[in-house]
């Protein structure tokens, strides 16, 4: 059964669906009869958000399925591979925009219709709000595709601003100036480049264990300090599986208790963890004697 975390990350995601459909087609048609080049492709980077939260979806229901004989760690690592993917969809788009752009920026054509500008206005306020929204939605539920599928959001916030300045240049200056459109465009793309990487190195950091989580540890060793029996803590690993935290930690007791005390401490400790920092997954403890 799902978790309030993951129940959390897949309404976020159903949002971001609807959301992206219902305005990659308004930014198409606005971008098609308005002669904006920029417009269209914000719309093909909607277009693309649509399929990455579809991704985003499926992973994390994936990620959620429970720990068996051959996962004994669960799913979790599905996410971070999700992330892969959604980066992955995010370069694609940035590609195409960047290659029409430039055939754009060569070709002769119409400057864009004046309404325009009040299509995307209303856009890049909904594509920031919605960003705040899932981003704050993915910090709650501490799930990495769901910060992809909020950078999302932002981008398709900034690709907006830029068609919203490259059409507006391209219609103060008149005739000559067609093209601010198409720059605008191509500059976006080149922020949605930055963004991928943005998304994807701390995917990158997860699936290689890597060590970012100073702040749970310090909190690990303060509460384990509150558990009747336990003298201390000594080494402390912590490796992120979806949004779970695998916790393996050398805990120092009385070296004159019997075997039987030890696994007994150990166990307190390890229920403790779990009901006070929620959010931990499998809890290794290993009993060390203070000496």
Not at 8 to 19: E, L, N, R
Not at 98 to 116: D, K, M, Q, R, V
Not at 139 to 164: F, G, M, Q
Request: charged residues 20%.
């Amino acid at each position: 059964m799902a978790t309030t975390h993951e129940q959390t990350a897949i309404k976020a995601t159903y949002f971001s669906i609807i959301g992206n459909a219902c305005l990659a087609v308004v930014k198409g048609l606005a971008g098609f009869f308005g002669n904006s080049y920029a417009l269209t492709a914000d719309a093909i980077e909607s277009t693309t958000d649509i399929f990455s939260s579809l991704l985003v979806l499926f992973g994390l229901k994936y990620a959620n399925r429970p720990a068996d004989k051959n996962h004994p760690y669960g799913h979790g690592r599905a996410e971070p591979l999700i992330t892969f993917l959604v980066v992955g969809f995010l370069i694609t788009s940035a590609t195409i925009i960047a290659y029409e752009s430039i055939l754009n920026i060569g070709t002769p054509h119409e400057l864009p219709e004046f309404w325009t500008l009040f299509v995307l206005i209303p856009l890049i306020i909904w594509k920031e709000i919605s960003f705040q929204l899932v981003m704050k939605k993915a910090k709650e539920a501490n799930s990495s595709s769901l910060k992809a599928d909020a950078w999302h959001h932002r981008s398709d916030a900034i690709t907006s601003v830029a068609a919203l300045i490259g059409i507006s240049i391209a219609l103060y200056f008149g005739k000559g100036y067609e093209t601010a459109d198409d720059w605008a465009a191509l500059f976006a793309s080149g922020f949605i480049f930055y963004n991928s990487y943005k998304i994807f190195r701390p995917a990158l950091g997860e699936i290689m264990d890597e060590h970012l989580f100073d702040d749970l540890i310090g909190n690990i060793r303060k509460v384990s300090l509150t558990v009747d029996g336990i003298v201390g803590t000594e080494k402390c690993f912590i490796r992120k599986a979806g949004m779970k935290y695998h916790v393996d930690l050398h805990a120092t007791v009385d070296a004159n208790i019997t075997v039987k005390q030890g696994h007994k401490i150990a166990h307190q400790l390890k229920d403790t963890l779990r009901n006070q920092i929620p959010q931990l997954g499998h809890v290794l403890i290993h009993v060390e004697p203070n000496e």
